[in-house]
């Protein structure tokens, strides 16, 4: 079954961390990765831009209106995700629990399963 691990940020925690605490985030996400990868359970990550890059889609009543910024304002905006294909919720949140960010105070990571997937040319 396939779940989606979402990475949801808070600026204001990234922004309290030095420089060895960021190097240890970005070579845990590595390490991540590659166990993933090697247990045959990693589907696709993808990480996004900062929040204030993108445009929300909404209708104003006549009609699709694009505006600037985020759906909804929040201190916490999601950073990207990690797709994996794994046999039960159980090992989701083990693997979510692997994650660096889960042990980062301001950080979070959302276990949710896909309920319906279309692949593409897969």
Do not use: C, N, W
Not at 3 to 13: R, S
Not at 74 to 100: N, W
């Amino acid at each position: 079954m396939k779940y989606l691990i979402l990475m949801h940020v808070d600026p204001a925690a990234l922004e309290q961390l030095s420089e060895e605490q960021q190097r240890q985030i970005q070579e845990g996400h590595g390490a991540f990765m590659a166990a993933a990868k090697e247990s045959g359970e990693f589907v696709a990550t993808q990480a996004l831009a900062d929040p204030s890059r993108s445009k929300v889609v909404r209708s104003s009543g006549s009609g699709p209106e694009v505006t600037d910024g985020p759906f909804a304002e929040s201190k916490e905006f999601m950073g990207g995700f990690y797709l994996v294909d794994v046999e039960d919720e159980a090992r989701a949140l083990e693997l979510a629990k692997q994650i660096p960010d889960a042990a980062i105070p301001g950080l979070a990571l959302e276990v949710r399963p896909v309920m319906f997937a279309d692949l593409g040319d897969e």
